[in-house]
């Protein structure tokens, strides 16, 4: 029972317990410049080069697709529209014997709807579609550049004041026009 009371004594001995203050853990030192990073990469000399010729590369190539886009630089309008006119020339070529010689008025169709009301020539025309007039040979092509596909081709009259007319009698008033020069 000696145990008991030592026990017994030593815990009534003891003191009451008293508030310890809470204490706030001091935030790590910040690395000094000697210390040694948590993640070193390693990249070769010859890897740093590749990728470098890379963007130098790419940039080129992008600076010369720019140059290439806007070639029409310093064109005037009329030049760009010839342009645009042997180009569409030369693509409704390859579909259908054109005119020799005769440089086609081209006019765009705004409003196919009204067009087909007057006239049957424009049946099957879409907005969109390009109508080309050969005053010469007497001619109208309705090509769609969508599909690269001719619509429709048919005579044009002229009358004795000199306007022109296409298959009975066209309005061109609803498409919107793109006269090239000669």
């Given at each position: 029972?000696?145990?008991?009371?030592?026990?017994?004594?030593?815990?009534?001995?003891?003191?009451?317990?008293?508030?310890?203050?809470?204490?706030?853990?001091?935030?790590?030192?910040?690395?000094t410049p000697t210390s040694r990073p948590l993640l070193t990469i390693h990249i070769s000399r010859r890897v740093v080069k590749r990728i470098a010729l890379l963007l130098?590369?790419?940039?080129?190539?992008?600076?010369?697709?720019?140059?290439?886009?806007?070639?029409?630089?310093?064109?005037?309008?009329?030049?760009?529209?010839?342009?645009?006119?042997?180009?569409?020339?030369?693509?409704?070529?390859?579909?259908?014997?054109?005119?020799?010689?005769?440089?086609?008025?081209?006019?765009?169709?705004?409003?196919?709807?009204?067009?087909?009301?007057?006239?049957?020539?424009?049946?099957?025309?879409?907005?969109?579609?390009?109508?080309?007039?050969?005053?010469?040979?007497?001619?109208?092509?309705?090509?769609?550049?969508?599909?690269?596909?001719?619509?429709?081709?048919?005579?044009?009259?002229?009358?004795?004041?000199?306007?022109?007319?296409?298959?009975?009698?066209?309005?061109?008033?609803k498409a919107t026009s793109t006269p090239s020069h000669k």
């Amino acid at each position: 029972m000696k145990k008991s009371e030592k026990i017994t004594a030593n815990v009534e001995a003891a003191p009451a317990p008293t508030p310890t203050p809470i204490s706030i853990p001091t935030p790590a030192p910040l690395p000094t410049p000697t210390s040694r990073p948590l993640l070193t990469i390693h990249i070769s000399r010859r890897v740093v080069k590749r990728i470098a010729l890379l963007l130098v590369a790419l940039l080129i190539i992008l600076g010369l697709a720019r140059f290439f886009h806007f070639h029409n630089w310093g064109l005037s309008p009329e030049q760009i529209q010839q342009q645009q006119v042997a180009a569409l020339v030369q693509k409704v070529s390859a579909l259908i014997l054109l005119p020799v010689g005769d440089t086609p008025i081209v006019a765009t169709v705004s409003d196919a709807a009204s067009l087909k009301s007057q006239q049957s020539f424009y049946q099957n025309a879409s907005n969109g579609d390009v109508l080309m007039i050969y005053t010469q040979a007497q001619r109208a092509i309705l090509y769609r550049p969508s599909v690269n596909k001719i619509i429709n081709v048919g005579p044009i009259y002229i009358n004795q004041n000199g306007t022109t007319q296409e298959s009975a009698t066209t309005d061109t008033s609803k498409a919107t026009s793109t006269p090239s020069h000669k």
